[in-house]
């Protein structure tokens, strides 16, 4: 997805607790946001699994959407033309804290 349709949604859930994320991004109309949904749902798993954080005391502490590679393909047009076509992608760098840890 481009920068701009993920810069759309990481600015709603920015500073949010992970419950609350959760709630907002599974309503939002979106494409995009079932991505992102599935990279908070990741980013709290390996919060919970590795450091061993309860899922119910975080929330977002930094989100980061940076600017990816441009895939560049062609399409075939008429009269034996070509057409370019430019797909964005992105970087996206979610960080979970500890609500009671970060006091």
């Given at each position: 997805?481009?920068i701009l349709k993920?810069?759309?949604?990481?600015?709603?859930?920015?500073g949010r607790?992970?419950?609350?994320?959760?709630?907002?991004l599974?309503?939002?109309?979106?494409?995009?946001?079932y991505?992102?949904?599935?990279?908070?749902?990741?980013?709290a798993?390996?919060?919970?699994?590795?450091?061993g954080?309860r899922e119910?005391?975080l929330?977002?502490?930094?989100?980061?959407?940076n600017?990816?590679?441009?895939?560049?393909?062609?399409?075939p047009?008429?009269?034996?033309?070509?057409?370019?076509?430019?797909?964005?992608?992105?970087?996206?760098?979610?960080?979970?804290k500890?609500?009671?840890?970060?006091?």
């Amino acid at each position: 997805m481009s920068i701009l349709k993920a810069r759309r949604i990481i600015d709603q859930i920015r500073g949010r607790s992970y419950e609350e994320t959760l709630m907002i991004l599974e309503l939002m109309p979106y494409r995009a946001s079932y991505t992102i949904l599935k990279l908070v749902y990741s980013a709290a798993a390996n919060a919970r699994d590795n450091i061993g954080l309860r899922e119910t005391h975080l929330f977002i502490s930094k989100v980061e959407v940076n600017g990816g590679s441009i895939v560049k393909k062609w399409k075939p047009r008429a009269q034996g033309r070509s057409y370019p076509i430019k797909s964005a992608t992105c970087h996206i760098t979610i960080v979970l804290k500890d609500k009671s840890k970060s006091f």
